[in-house]
């Protein structure tokens, strides 16, 4: 039995890369020096004016070549107060990008993104970053629905920014007490130096192609879950543990069609709590998350993952890492389903392939306010 089990993983690992082999050919890797990343990154990913069109899908095309700015500014001195008011501005059926650039302050708003408003970015000046917050929980709105901030349409972009549910912690007797900073639900969604705060499930990474960069997550358990496939690059993952239960990423992965995951490439993991965190558990059968050249603090309990005692899942999902370091990458005592994995197998998670950047990954703008 132990021998069908390993030709088993062995062939869904070359069904994987033979995915991938023709995106990598043409997706330069993430460079293993974290001083090189920014350099690369911006080699790889060049502006609109600098890209090839033919390359991009031709919708987005058409929306940036017809940006617009409308401002945002609590006291009355832009375009709109609220960031609602402006998210409700934006025409159904939306064919162009709008940025909505958001002045500095405190807004206390529930906001969603609709399907039907895509090309949307929200943008924050780096030097005066507005903080976008609510304290909507389970117990009024359902998980996925008490985030301060739902985008559930494509093309979106958020830059410089502090969403937050600023909901009490969970003290393990309140009903409902989870409470999301945001749902990235839409496809095609690059994030770029953004603050989630929140405790249980701070970030709820749903379905799609997403990209978050020098990004800062804060959370206890499962405080990055969903069904994203997702690339995570220089951002840090920071546990506010009290000696509890810690978990960072829970990936609901259901079929081994399914090509999502989470891949943690050149991040921080630090906080509190003892070595009562774990990298990520199996929500789902083929839970996959990968953690590459990060440097974990001594928060990270031995065994380093968990298969939530679901029979069978230990035969299923793909947990794996490759060259991290710190105190609490130490893999000797790392559950047996786990992978410290080889160089050829880590390849389709570091590499800018894994999101298709080549047809919609754009830097975040800059806007002239």
């Known amino acids: 039995m132990k021998y069908c089990i390993n030709a088993l993983q062995l062939t869904r690992w070359i069904m994987f890369l033979e995915a991938f082999a023709a995106i990598l050919a043409a997706s330069p890797l993430i460079p293993t020096e974290k001083s090189q990343l920014d350099e690369w990154y911006w080699e790889n990913v060049k502006a609109f004016g600098n890209r090839n069109k033919a390359k991009l899908d031709p919708e987005l095309v058409v929306a940036e070549e017809s940006a ?5 500014r609590g006291d009355g001195s832009g375009d709109f107060k609220t960031i609602a008011e402006a998210i409700e501005s934006v025409p159904i059926g939306n064919t162009k990008r709008i940025v909505i650039w ?24 780096p030097n005066n970053m ?19 901030l739902i985008v559930e349409a494509d093309y979106f972009t958020a830059a410089n920014l502090v969403i937050e549910n600023s909901s009490p912690r969970p003290d393990g007797v309140r009903k409902g007490a989870q409470a999301l900073a945001a749902r990235i639900r839409g496809n095609k969604a690059a994030i770029y130096n953004c603050k989630f705060i929140g405790f249980q499930d701070t970030l709820c990474d ?5 990209l978050y960069k020098d990004c800062f997550i804060q959370g206890t358990v499962d405080f990055i879950f969903g069904k994203g496939t997702s690339l995570y690059l220089n951002t840090q993952l920071d546990v506010v543990g009290n000696g509890g239960l810690g978990v960072i990423a829970a ?21 509190t709590g003892g070595r009562n965190t774990y990298l990520g558990r199996a929500w789902r059968p083929r839970s996959r998350v990968v953690f590459a050249y990060t440097t974990m603090a001594d928060i990270i309990h031995l065994e380093g993952w968990n298969d939530m005692n679901h029979f069978g899942y230990d035969k299923t999902v793909l947990f794996g890492e490759y060259k991290c370091w710190g105190p609490g990458s130490k893999s000797s005592e790392r559950v047996k389903y786990s992978k410290q994995l080889s160089y050829e197998e880590v390849e389709p998670f570091v590499s800018l392939g894994y999101v298709q950047s080549e047809k919609w990954l754009l830097p975040p703008p800059n806007p002239e306010i």
């Open 206 to 210: 749903d379905d799609g192609l997403h």
């Open 102 to 125: 958001i002045g500095g302050g405190v807004y206390k708003e529930k906001l969603k993104i609709d399907r039907n408003k895509p090309f949307v970015t929200l943008y924050g000046s």
């Open 251 to 271: 990936h609901s992965r259901d079929q081994e069609s399914d090509g999502s995951g989470y891949s943690f490439v050149h991040c921080s993991i630090t906080g």
């Open 130 to 148: 507005p903080n976008l917050t609510f304290d909507g929980d389970a117990s009024k709105y359902g998980t996925v629905y008490s985030a301060t």
């Open 68 to 72: 617009t700015v409308i401002k945002v």
